[in-house]
């Protein structure tokens, strides 16, 4: 089992930069795969990037591919979610997640473990 608790959300203006951070803790072999979505209001959650757990291969959806960046601490016990050049669009409820299994994916039927998400909002 992974427990996982997200931070850094906050508000911003356009063009700006926020950093998220994921704390994992929990059974390692739970989290080979991590990754971040997001789910604006009246909208389906998606798939924002996601990461092996040790950071040795990122995957991004397109409306974020060039300004977003995931990545994992040393340990791995960590994840973080550096965001540049924010869009309105960008606003939402961030969500990480992890799954056991080691494929990166942007679906949320293949993650397991949730966080109870962090609020974004780009004015």
């Known amino acids: 089992h992974v427990q996982l608790v997200e931070s850094g959300g906050g508000s911003v203006q356009a063009g700006g930069s926020l950093r998220l951070s994921c704390a994992a803790s929990?059974?390692?072999?739970?989290?080979?795969?991590m990754g971040w979505f997001r789910q604006a209001p009246g909208k389906e959650r998606q798939g924002v990037a996601s990461i092996y757990r040790g950071g040795s291969s990122t995957y991004y959806a397109d409306s974020v591919r060039g300004r977003f960046t995931i990545s994992t601490d040393t340990p791995a016990t960590t994840m973080y979610l550096q965001m540049n050049n924010l869009k309105a669009e960008d606003s939402a409820i961030y969500y990480c997640a992890a799954t056991p299994a080691r494929r990166l994916s942007l679906s949320t039927t293949d993650f397991l473990y949730w966080g109870q998400g962090t609020q974004v909002t780009v004015s």
């Open positions: 929990g059974d390692g072999y739970s989290s080979s795969a």
